[in-house]
């Protein structure tokens, strides 16, 4: 398969279509566009228990991946599955095993052309193994999680950079805002309230419509102001049924849902899927509803 190289000025999807076409077959959705259509960005809140795991598939058919999850093997069987095999850029948000679990194998197994992390290294096992694996990929590009776009066929990704106000790993969480024309998604790792604050003082934080709620919906990822500022139709939660940190917390759910968002929790929708055109119109599968989301942002 010929991909063109990542462009990233200093400041970088093809999913085969059968899960959701047959998604959209069983919840009897009639208008949606399929998710291969070539006017259509598709992005799955895959389903990898208590941890993170997102693919995004440009209207090109080209690939990234955030996160890859706390199984050493499970986002690799999801992404063979899905017939994928090469990612144009991944991203770790920070290196904490639930969302690093499982990157060493995506390395073995897939082609990587571009990796950004946030930089503060861990003195885990996992993180060894991610190093170790980042080193033997011929020609990857290794990217500082520094204020830049990144161009991907008609997709932008915008890094919002970790402030350093601390050490720590979620706090120093890397930002990734996507862009296709009107719709935009925003993730955000396990981003706790000081560096929510500390992104919204730097005026880098714009409505949008899709939200990966921070840290697994826990009470120390939300805050009034950045429900505020967001404003997302689209809440998604990637948390794992009967957790021991009884993730998501009651409150933080309610404050998304009370601000007039839709709340998807792959602990009870399983893999969510988003289908989303350049006006801004976006469409969500889970296994059990959809929906159809149009505001312009």
Same mark, same amino acid.
């Given at each position: ?102 990157? *060493? ?56 950079? *970790? ?42 934080? *714009? ?91």
């Amino acid at each position: 398969m010929s991909v063109e190289p990542p462009t990233v000025s200093p400041r970088i999807w093809r999913l085969g279509s059968a899960i959701a076409l047959a998604l959209c077959f069983v919840v009897g959705i009639r208008d949606a566009q399929p998710a291969s259509a070539p006017s259509a960005l598709h992005i799955q809140q895959l389903d990898v228990g208590q941890g993170d795991a997102a693919l995004i598939t440009t209207p090109e058919g080209r690939r990234v991946l955030i996160d890859a999850g706390p199984s050493p093997v499970l986002v690799a069987e999801l992404l063979r599955d899905e017939g994928v095999d090469t990612l144009d850029l991944v991203i770790a948000s920070h290196n904490h095993s639930d969302h690093i679990g499982g990157m *060493p194998e995506v390395f073995r197994d897939f082609v990587v052309r571009a990796y950004v992390e946030n930089g503060i290294a861990a003195t885990t096992r996992i993180y060894r193994l991610t190093l170790d694996a980042v080193a033997r990929e011929p020609g990857l590009r290794y990217l500082q999680p520094t204020d830049r776009t990144i161009t991907i066929g008609s997709v932008k990704l915008r890094l919002l950079p *970790p402030p350093r106000i601390d050490e720590t790993q979620n706090d120093n969480s890397v930002g990734v805002l996507i862009e296709y024309g009107a719709f935009r998604a925003l993730y955000t790792g396990d981003s706790e309230q000081p560096e929510l604050a500390e992104w919204l003082r730097e005026g880098r934080v *714009p409505r949008v419509n899709v939200v990966k709620v921070a840290h697994h919906g826990s009470g120390n990822g939300t805050t009034e102001e950045w429900v505020h500022a967001t404003s997302p139709e689209i809440a998604l939660i990637s948390v794992g049924a009967q957790n021991a940190y009884h993730h998501p917390s009651p409150k933080t759910v309610r404050e998304w849902a009370d601000a007039g968002g839709s709340v998807y929790r792959t602990d009870r929708d399983g893999t969510i899927e988003i289908t989303a055109t350049a006006d801004g119109h976006a469409i969500v599968h889970t296994h059990v509803a959809e929906a159809a989301h149009g505001a312009q942002r």
